[in-house]
Each structure stands twice: as C-alpha cells, then as structure tokens.
C-alpha cells in the first residue's frame, strides 16, 4: 500500500468510524491468526475458502494456525470468550483488518486484502438484519462508491436449508452428465454453490433447478418479508436473487450482496447476512447473529479513489461518531409490539440519522421497562415509545413527557435540542 492509498483508506476509516460508533458499534481487533479449527468449524469444511485458499501453518509447538481468511469466526469467536453474551444484547462491534486468501491475485483480488466489517450478535430481529444494510448502502454512498447494485435473499435455517439440499442434490445428480467437472464433484459437499457456475451445461442444469426461496417454512418467510419491508421503508432499492449463494457454510436467513457495475469481473464490494447457528457451532448456547464485510480495496477502485482522491478533508471526524457521545434519541416499543409498529421506529431511526441525530432504536427483545433503563445506559436524551402512529415523547434529562404523532418525533427532537 502505497502513500496515496493509505491516505484514502485512512479517510474511509474515519467516515466507516463515524457512521458506525454514530449507530452504536464499537471497534474490535482480533489476532491475525486464529487456530485453524475456528475457521474450519466456523466456515465450513466444504467452504473454498477452507479447502484451497487459507495460509495454514504449524507453530514450533505443533499446533495448527491459519492467518485470518474473514472476519465473523473471530469475532464470534472473542464474543464467546470475553463472555459478551453478559452484556446487553445485541452486541454490536465493528473492524477494520487485513485478511488472507491463498487466491489467484488479479485486479480487485488479492492475497493480502482489508476488510471492514460489522458483526450485530444476540438478536434475530429482522430490524438488525435492515439496519447492517442500511448502513453498508449509508457507508458505500458516503465513499462515493458508483453503480451500486443490492442482491439480496433468505437462506431459510439449517432445517429447510437441509431439505432444500437434498432436493438440489437429486435435480444435480439426474443431469450429472450436463455438469463442469468441479461441479459434479461438490454435489455431497456443497451442491449450493452450482448456483455460481460460469460453466454453460451447468447454467443450464441451473435454469430448472428448485430455488430455496420457493421451500422457505413460514418463520423464516415472515422474517424475510419483515427484512423487505423496512428496506423498502427506508427506500433502499434491491433485487431479489433467489440464486444468491455465499461462499460461507455460516449463513442462515438473510443474505445480501452490494455489487458496482464499476468494477470488472471482481464486483463484489461488500456483503454478508445472518448466522444464526454459527455461536453454538463454536460451543456457545444458541446465538443470533447478523453482519457484513466489505472490500476497502475495492471500495476504494469503485469509487475510483485508489490514487487517494478520496477527500481526507471532509472525512475530518464530526465528532458525533466518537463512541462515548451519548445518544439523542432512543426508539422504544410500546407493548404491546406489533410488526407495524417496528416498521415505524425503524422508519423513525432512519429520518432521525439522515437529519445527523445518534439514533438507536430497540433490538433486543427487552420489557418496557427494560427499554427504558437501556435507554438511559446509552445516556439516551430523548426517548420516543412508539406504536404505529402515535409515539410518547419523553425528555429524560427534563422529565416531561408528550403524546404526538410519530412522525412529528424527529422534528421534536430536533427542536428540543435546539433550544437547549
Ligand atoms: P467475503 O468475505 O468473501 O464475503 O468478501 C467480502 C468482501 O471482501 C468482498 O465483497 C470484497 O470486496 C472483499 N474481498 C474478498 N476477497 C478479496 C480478495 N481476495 N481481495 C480483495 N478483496 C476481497
């Protein structure tokens, strides 16, 4: 990495920091090497990432280690043994690494690369999975990163995933013959991952095979409609690709791709989902947990700001990223919850951060009364109880409290803080 470059990664640490700690994550860094176990349990055996392209290694004491191919294991990883499940869920913590992948190197892909990522764990609410999005498209607008295209699909859980795998296997196996070689050789081992053949036979078998979003059970169902319709009420634009496949064995549910249309073969610039199992596959008891990563490197050539043309003068810090700033507004749910009324806060948590506030809203499943006392943790000035039209309004630091409509709740806040 050259002058100019890390002049324009720095920038974009400085505006990822902002957007990020604004929406309560906090910076973790984990080791650039992890045990190799974690990445082959985490990731998934069957994985490319962990049959071809990690750097593995013995130490002198005979002990397996393999530099860091991603993100999310290690983060889960340090979640359970710093025993963050204590505190109050979810956790939301965010890095910016360099990674290792034994890749074929080309334009946009590298051996060693930088991630930034963002990992939310302990919640399945589908409000989580629509605000890791809204941040990424957030985080990638603000870099200026151009022709950005959002794919996005349900993965169901393990169990509906299972069967849907078996169904897959057998269409694979009845037109083996039609199938590239590498293909017919990952039917047991991940028949998924046919989806991403560029091989034309294969393409084919693909057109007429079943897709898992038509054999999602209801549960998931319900959660990926919820997912949409905040995405849609925050006007983030996507397409449905029932085709969309991740290279980790991990996820579950939600899963989304940001492409850019300025990028050449390479144009993945980020993406990620839920993973719900992945906690208790690493010897927790069972966790959810929800988020991305993206490519800083490609970020950056898709920006076309690889020569360092991304502006460190307007990425000086505001100083409303900074983590101790406490929050302005706190998004509470009035009981009892409806799927309206979390459609309205999230709407709620949107206008409020597009207007600049440090918004959060409620993730976690917590009482009323619990709500209240997370709020005040956050140091929350105002706190907004939200049903689906109406909101109570409470100023905590002055104690009074006012009925309006909810989507009077931004515009209140913005005046009560103006006048203080
Ligand atoms: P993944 O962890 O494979 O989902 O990758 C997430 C993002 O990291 C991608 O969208 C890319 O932007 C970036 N990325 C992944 N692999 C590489 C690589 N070998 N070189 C550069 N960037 C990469």
Redesign the pocket.
Known sequence: MLGEQAESRSALEVRARAILQGAGYERIETPAFEATELFARGVGEATD?VRKEMFTFEDAGGRSLTLRP?GTAPVCRAYLEHGMHKRRQPVKLWYLSS?F?H?RAQA????Q?W?LGAEAIGSDDPAVDAETIVLLSSLLAEVGVRDVRLRLCSLGSPQTRGEYRERLQAHLRSHESSLAPEVRGRIEANPLRAFDSEHEGTRRVMRSAPRLLEHLDAGDRAHFEAVRELLDDAGIAYEIDSTLV???DYYTRTVF??TSDALGA?S?????GRYDGLIELLGGSPTPGVGW???I???LLASGSSGGTLDSERSRDSGTGSAAAPVELFLARAEPRSAADRRTAFALLCAARSAGLRAQMELGGRSLKGQLSHADALGARYVAIVSERQASLRDMQEGRQEEIASDAVVHAVLRGLRTL
């Open positions: 990432i991603e990674f992948r890749e946009g892909r590298y051996r690369f991630q991740r290279g980790l791709e940001f390479q993945g610039v980020g993406g990620g990563a993206a490519g490197e490609r970020m």
